[in-house]
């Protein structure tokens, strides 16, 4: 997740120091399409990245770390991987494959911890 951050920040280049080290009070949006695109793939991890948490938590705990649950986990690291190199180069149909992909793979790791 550190790499998708730094990665989406080193492509807003284009609204210059001054508002990069600042408190960002008004709101700009870079003009550059992979930015945009790093940053919407950026929101798209956050929505899916506390579930993961949780489940690798809840798995831990329980003892259920093995698996089907181990390979949900793999299946959503590298399909989330994945995701970001698709978005950011603008492929569409393949990056949504890989998005369920990483659904599945979570799904994956619930199996695992009700069963």
Do not use: C
């Amino acid at each position: 997740m550190l790499v998708q951050v730094i990665a989406q920040a080193s492509f807003i280049g284009d609204l210059g120091p001054k508002y990069l080290f600042s408190a960002r009070d008004e709101a700009r949006v870079s003009k550059s399409v992979l930015a945009g695109r790093l940053l919407r793939a950026l929101h798209n991890l956050l929505e899916t990245y506390p579930a993961f948490i949780a489940l690798v938590l809840a798995l831990a705990l329980t003892g259920k770390t093995g698996g089907i649950a181990a390979t949900g986990a793999v299946l959503w690291i590298i399909a989330r991987v994945l995701y970001v190199i698709l978005y950011a180069a603008g492929v569409p149909v393949v990056r949504t494959i890989v998005w369920t992909a990483s659904v599945i793979g979570l799904v994956m790791m619930l199996v695992r911890l009700i069963g």
